[in-house]
């Protein structure tokens, strides 16, 4: 019995957008309606995968299934194969969540070329969701390049004014890591091939031979997956591409980029790198040099924020930060720290999502992201300001509100590794309180010094909209995490037995091809 | 045990006042508001009343153990499969529980945090009558009352850290609650960010402890440090608690992170009693109380409890001597007590310190409460220096603070003489010389103590008035809403101390007692591995006779009349243009005073960099300029450099493809090719009767050589 629910989830942006090709470019409305209807709907139809997979939550393995290895190009054994577990299930409600509601926050800001917006995010939006359920290689690797050009153009034709600069970096730069996981992805085929006879790029049957890879090809082979997913991540120091591409990207572009893109660089560590190599990642040599990138990138991101002129400057500074502590997490390689880190990765997406929401919303009035250029805006929109402030507080990691829980989550599985990483992390969360609380003392306190500030309109109801569902977050994660860290204990507890094995990437010669295997091959046996 | 088994409806009270206030405070009517907020105070208080009465009933029936009432899984998944390792190797379960703990220890703090926190409600009800946003107000309040009681109900650190973040919220919004204000909101952030400092440190000593006992629960600590395995010195647990006293100092405003304090004044008045006197900044004596089966095994930490809290109450006190603005004199005060109630803590005099906490809410908030009577009177002026001769006019305010100082300073029978008294001769009975010095350090701030709260009473209400003609003229006693809760807190401040009359003078100090199941044992190991011990229960009764606690008892209200004496000398008849003794005699000294031994301007050129030294800006904002630097020059420097480097071979390659490839090669070829091809052109004229030339050229050619062959 097959369940199709993860097909129609990941379809059904892109139905829209096929749809969306046929209303004619000059009906705006036309357009805006069916494209916030299908975010909407893809939200929606989401949603019965909650109860279904809350049900089988300690079950083992990928759930849903769906396809088989091999089924869509056969002769070289890619197959149309999909499946969830506790981490990719998160990550697809955040994304199917952040879609919608990046949808809707453009309703406004979006006035040229309407029709080719909203088909390319509906085009991304399936780019997204197929990463997060790709049980194949191939098809993974498809996914995560389809989605680069809907993103590359979003930032290359609605951006700000230096947006073809950083629409090219952000490619260019996204491109040269995807091109090293490639020729990685390559030799675990034709490693499976010499181990076992068979040609697939299926994940869970890559898993089984990955980590017999002796340690010094392993190596290299980490090393060309870690680039590929620490620039994504993006890791100090290959984070540059991420403040420029986060500047010049329309709102709802920076809330998908923050929100969801980023964390195909951890879920790429937690999903690949860290089962394929355990021999790499648990050797103390490469640990450390991952927990270092991370805590530098903790401190440096937040120091950097602290003393940015621009306001969604500032904010994706902080994301190099915030992402320090999700790579952090997950290379303390204990179920707790992958566990905060995965949990964190949600946060960042819902408390990060609502600050570039929050930037855009000041942008689209006053046409200008600079600090100075505001003061206090809590006298002419006092409900912006506490929805500001409610989301600072998550970010920084209040308790009872999201941020803190993975924080501390992330911070006590590292505590329990090593004393030292913990307590170098640390200082990034007195930081987050500086760069925060400073923007927020020049943003919002004081008296309003700026006449063009004096008629700012507060929230509409559409905007307020758009945060609801992430205030509801915010504090249900924060109040009453235990379904969360239910829903990613097996996962989680899965990889850590998977890295934690002994004799993983032993050092040894590669594996000769056995003449009874290629005996086998050439029957025809696939 | 209808109070006690509902014992979590205690924070949840104030939690649903502020989220109605949060909701539909904005439409709601001020006396609504009042009613809501003032009620849920109310509420709790009452509920916490019947809870501690309850709790004494079932602690007699139970061995006195504290009382627990878990609610839920709050951190970790519940199913035990989640696990960490701990030190030694063994998994201990990732879990915090969403749990209230009740034992004497927080039964004292309940009562005095709903009771005061009940009276600064009425009290604002009043005070802010005139105030806009009086809904943000309250709702920041009983936000406030939800934190404090979370921080002091929870039964694990982790939900301690809860609270204790929670009331560093609550206290960034009402010290800010004046945003238009430049000075709140930056007096604002300083208090956030100097208790996230704090903070950092409490969150690594909880990790510590979570990783040493592989629990964050008071019970499960406490019993295995009590249990013998751990040594007296142990250097892990030494860490912890060094970690944990990070945390006080941020919270409680200790060296050197009570910077935050003073500047907190901005907030209302109110603000400042509740939050910035009575309640929230001794959460840090709490944790230490509360932690006391780990300091008790950590000398190294008691004596830096110790020796920060005397240094902090001399350090405090003497910057109180020359300010002018009657909050900050308070401030300093506050900060300076809690001083004192570290020492106590750090002599390993828990019982001592706690009753301090408890003398020194009522009157503290009495002294704010009754300071904000003034300033209200005084139609908003705080500087002693333009006040004067008030008594009379404010009868009701003046009697309330000077019965408050009367407290403060330690005349007997007044509340703070006792837990000032416990804690001298504690720390005086301490065994070590060193002991003595901190003695003397407290014997001193006892005095300077009195000297500067009779300075601020006889510069408010004696004197000659000084004061513009205009606020001269519209001085008037504050409503009833505001001088009832100063009647009652006054009622306090003369009577809390006799709940530990001491045994020397005949009492059977009962708040002692009370404490015993949460500190006697402590005491006891206290003294029996150091031997720079603390008094054990039984031995005190004998130790207690001797003459010397007499003498030291005469000596410290000996200090507190030359205190009273000497202001009254300096300030009693205080004129225009007054003279400041201490300027007078030492003029440097007292510059420095008056600019707080420039630790702010210190902490600005090393610590956050809004300060240059010369051209060099150290600090945070120093390190994020640098950072920045290297970000655009050296890090996206190289990006870019790649990328230049990539479209330069791009244009070699394109002049090489243009002039070498296409040019030389191909279109080099094609010149070649041109005249070459004029031969093979002449095959191809496309002239029909060339072609046929050719063809009978060829056919005669052809015939001609076979013909001729």
New interface residues.
């Given amino acids: 019995m097959q369940s199709h629910i993860l097909s129609i989830i990941l379809f059904t942006p892109l139905l829209g957008a096929l749809l969306l090709l046929f209303v004619p470019k000059e009906n705006k409305h036309a357009i805006r309606w069916i494209a916030n209807m299908f975010a909407l709907a893809g939200f929606l139809i989401s949603l019965p995968l909650v109860p279904m997979f809350w049900e089988q939550r ?1 079950e083992p393995g990928f759930k849903f299934l769906e396809g088989g290895a091999n089924n869509w190009i056969p002769s070289i054994g890619a197959g149309y194969n999909l499946g969830i577990d506790g981490i990719s299930f998160l990550l697809i409600m955040l994304t199917t969540l952040l879609g919608w509601i990046s949808i809707l926050s453009s309703w406004t800001a979006i006035e040229d070329r309407v029709k080719e917006y909203y088909i390319w995010f509906l085009v991304l939006q399936t780019g997204m969701l197929g990463v997060f359920m790709a049980l194949d290689f191939f098809l993974f690797f498809v996914f995560w390049e389809a989605m680069l050009v809907p993103m590359y153009l979003l930032i290359g034709i609605w951006g700000g004014p230096r947006k073809l600069y950083a629409a090219i ?1 952000f490619f ?2 996204t491109l040269a890591g995807s091109v090293l996981m490639l020729l990685g992805i390559l030799f675990l085929y034709f490693n499976h091939h010499t181990l076992t006879g068979i040609y697939t790029f299926s994940i869970p049957a890559l898993y089984q031979t990955a980590p017999q890879i002796p340690y010094h090809y392993a190596f290299w082979l980490f090393l060309a997956f870690f680039i590929g997913f620490a620039i994504k991540v993006p890791m100090f ?1 290959f ?3 991420l403040p420029d591409a986060h500047v010049e990207a329309p709102t709802a572009g920076s809330v998908i980029l923050a929100g969801v893109l980023l964390k195909m660089g951890t879920y790429g560590f937690v999903r690949f790198a860290l089962p394929f190599f355990p021999g790499v990642v648990t050797n103390p040599k490469v640990r450390g040099w991952m927990i270092a990138l991370s805590i530098i990138g903790i401190i ?1 991101g937040a ?6 002129k621009d306001m969604k400057k500032l904010v994706a500074y902080s994301s190099v930060s915030h992402l320090g502590f999700c790579t952090l997490g997950i290379f303390a390689l ?3 720290g992958i ?1 905060g880190s995965v949990l964190q990765q949600i946060n960042h997406g819902i408390s990060t999502g609502a600050l570039f929401l929050i930037v855009g919303i000041l942008y689209e009035r006053r046409h200008t992201r600079e600090i100075s250029e505001y003061g ?1 805006i ?2 002419v929109m006092p409900v912006y300001a506490t929805i500001t402030m409610i989301m600072f ?1 998550s970010s920084m990691g ?3 509100l999201n941020g ?2 993975g924080e ?2 992330i ?3 590292t ?2 590794e090593n ?1 030292a990483w ?2 170098w992390a ?2 990034g ?3 987050a ?2 760069y925060l ?2 923007l927020y ?1 020049r943003v ?4 309003v010094t700026n006449p063009k500030n004096e008629k700012l309109h507060d929230l509409t109801p559409r905007e307020v909209l758009t945060f609801v569902p992430l205030l509801i977050l915010a504090f249900w994660i924060g ?4 379904p969360f ?2 829903i990613l ?2 996962p ?2 899965q990889i850590v037995q998977t890295v934690r094995q002994p004799n993983a990437n032993v050092n040894a010669e590669l594996p000769v091809v056995h003449p009874e295997i290629v005996a086998q091959t050439s029957q025809g046996g696939k | 045990m209808f109070f006690l088994d509902h014992i979590w409806l205690i924070p949840l009270f104030p939690a649903f006042g502020a989220a109605v206030m949060f909701f539909f405070g904005r439409k709601l009517q001020k006396q609504t508001v009042s009613i809501v907020c003032v009620g849920m105070v109310a509420l709790s208080f009452l509920w916490a009343c019947g809870a501690v009465w309850q709790y004494q009933g079932w602690a007699e029936a139970n061995h006195h153990q504290p009382f627990q009432k878990v609610m ?8 035990g ?6 030190h030694d190797g063994t998994l201990a379960p ?1 879990q915090a529980d969403a749990g209230f703990l009740l034992d004497p220890l927080s039964a004292i703090w309940l009562l005095f945090v709903t009771g005061v926190g009940l009276l600064i409600h009425i009290y604002s009800t009043g005070y802010m009558a005139h105030e806009g946003g009086y809904y943000r107000f309250f709702g920041y309040l009983n936000l406030f009352m939800f934190s404090m009681l979370t921080l002091i109900m929870g039964n694990n650190y ?1 939900l301690m ?2 609270g204790w ?2 009331v560093g ?1 609550c206290s ?1 919004l009402l010290i ?1 609650f004046y ?2 204000r ?1 000075a709140a ?2 007096a ?2 300083k208090a ?2 100097v208790n ?2 704090g ?2 440190g409490f ?2 000593g909880m ?2 402890i ?2 040493y006992f592989g629990s964050l629960r008071y019970v499960d600590v406490n019993l295995l440090a009590r249990s013998g395995h751990f040594n007296i010195g142990d250097p892990i647990i030494t860490a912890a608690t060094l970690l944990l006293f990070v945390g006080a100092c941020g919270k409680s405003a200790q060296l050197p992170l009570y910077v935050w304090l003073p500047d907190a004044m901005e907030g209302p008045t109110p603000v400042s009693a509740l939050i910035h006197a009575a309640t929230m900044v001794t959460a840090g004596v709490y944790m230490v109380a509360r932690s006391n089966a780990l300091f008790v095994l950590a000398p190294t930490s008691m004596k830096t409890v110790a020796i920060v809290g005397a240094l902090t109450a001399i350090f405090a006190a003497s910057i109180g001597l020359v300010q002018n603005d009657i909050k900050r004199v308070l401030a300093y005060s506050t900060v300076s007590q809690l001083g004192y109630m570290f020492l106590a803590l750090g002599v390993g005099a828990f019982a001592a310190g706690v009753f301090h906490v408890f003398t020194h809410a009522f009157f503290k908030a009495l002294l704010f409460l009754g300071a904000g009577s003034v300033i209200h009177a005084m139609s908003g002026e705080q500087d002693m220096r333009n006040m004067g001769h008030l008594a009379k006019k404010i009868p009701t305010t003046y009697r309330t603070i000077l019965i408050a100082t009367l407290a403060i300073a330690g005349i007997p029978p007044f509340a703070g003489f006792f837990s000032k008294d416990e804690i001298l001769w504690q720390t005086w009975s301490s065994e070590g010389g060193a002991y003595r010095i901190l003695w003397l350090v407290g014997f001193i701030t006892a005095l300077m103590t009195a000297f500067y709260m009779f300075r601020l009473v006889f510069l408010t209400f004696y004197g000659k008035p000084r004061m513009d003609h205009e606020v001269e003229h519209h001085i008037h006693e504050s409503p009833k809403s505001m001088t009832v809760p100063l009647v009652v807190l006054a009622v306090c401040a003369v009577c809390a101390g006799w709940l530990g009359w001491p045994h020397s003078l005949g009492g059977s100090n009962r708040f002692e007692h009370y404490l015993d199941p949460v500190f006697a044992r402590e005491a006891q190991v206290f003294q029996e591995e150091g031997k720079e011990a603390q008094l054990v229960a039984g031995e005190k009764e004998e130790k207690h006779t001797n003459p010397l606690e007499y003498g030291l008892m005469f000596l410290s209200v000996a200090a507190a009349g030359v205190g009273f004496g000497l202001a009254r000398r300096y300030y009693a008849a205080a004129d225009k243009g007054y003279a400041e003794p201490i300027e007078q005699a030492a003029p440097p000294v007292y510059r420095t005073l008056q600019n707080k031994y420039y630790v702010d301007e210190a902490y600005d050129y090393v610590f956050t960099g809004r300060r240059k030294i010369g051209d060099v800006r150290l600090g ?2 120093g ?3 640098a ?2 630097w290297v ?1 655009a020059k050296v ?2 420097g190289t ?1 870019n450099g790649a ?1 230049r480097i990539t479209r330069l071979s791009g244009k070699i390659s394109s002049w090489w493809d243009k002039w070498i490839i296409d040019g030389l090669l191909v279109n080099g070829l094609a010149l070649i090719t041109h005249p070459l091809s004029w031969f093979a052109r002449l095959l191809q004229w496309g002239l029909v009767q060339w072609y046929a030339l050719v063809m009978v050229v060829g056919l005669v050619g052809f015939v001609a050589y076979y013909a001729w062959r």
């Fill in positions: 300690f970096k260019l730069y120091p984070h540059t591409w440096y120091l950097v924020s602290l003393m940015q204990n179920s707790q566990a206090g809590s006298n507080l209040l308790p009872l803190f829980i501390f989550t911070l006590q599985g505590f329990m004393r913990a307590a640390v200082p969360v007195v930081l309180a500086a609380l400073w003392q919002f306190f004081g008296k109040l009453y995490p235990k860290f239910q204990e097996q989680v507890n | 839920f899984t709050w951190l970790g998944t519940d199913t499969h989640m696990n960490y390792t701990t990732f982790a850290f809860v973040e929670g919220l960034y800010g945003f238009h430049p909101s930056a604002a952030n956030f960010i996230r400092i903070d950092a969150l690594l990790f510590t979570a990783w945070a904002m390190l994020g300029e950072s920045s970000d890090i996206d990006v990328g």
